[in-house]
């Protein structure tokens, strides 16, 4: 892929961004959250998205396997759908980053304006996150905004406008 003269083959962006709408839109793209939750949870192979959204910072979820365990999983399962050409959609959790950097894999790091605080928590509540999840992306929207900002990692930071 191509953005402004920039070549990057994954896209890692913050929440309410639409990483699950191209997902679902799109056979090429993969949700490695949802591959990541599956790894990482007691939750079905068959997880619906609605019902990923509303399970999404729920601290009571039952963990799967240790944090290496689970590490291992996900980068076999990423390791299967990069052979088989799909596109890495995640959200900025350390060990997605460091899959894509570990292998290479040039990423477009993409995050809301600081403007778009409520618009991205309408969205979050509009596709059913629970409010624990909302509450909390809220709080730390602000902070996470002067960190995305300055991504220092990826081939390209695009910030989107309102709307």
Request: aromatic share 10%; glycine share 4%; proline share 2%.
């Amino acid at each position: 892929m191509e953005y402004k003269g920039v070549e990057f083959e994954a896209i890692v962006a913050t929440p309410g961004c639409g990483k699950s709408y191209l997902c679902n839109k799109y056979s090429q793209f993969i949700d490695v959250d949802k591959e990541r939750l599956k790894c990482k949870y007691l939750v079905s192979e068959n997880i619906t998205q609605a019902e990923i959204e509303a399970i999404k910072g729920n601290d009571k979820l039952k963990i799967r396997a240790n944090d290496q365990e689970f590490i291992e999983t996900l980068y076999k399962k990423l390791d299967k759908f990069v052979a088989e050409g799909k596109i890495l959609i995640v959200e900025p959790h350390p060990e997605s980053i460091e899959y894509l950097i570990k292998n290479n894999i040039k990423f477009c790091f993409v995050y809301p304006a600081k403007e778009m605080k409520q618009e991205i928590i309408n969205r979050m509540k509009d596709r059913g996150n629970s409010e624990q999840h909302v509450k909390k992306n809220e709080e730390v929207f602000e902070k996470y905004y002067e960190i995305h900002k300055n991504e220092k990692r990826s081939a390209i930071n695009i910030e989107l406008s309102n709307g």
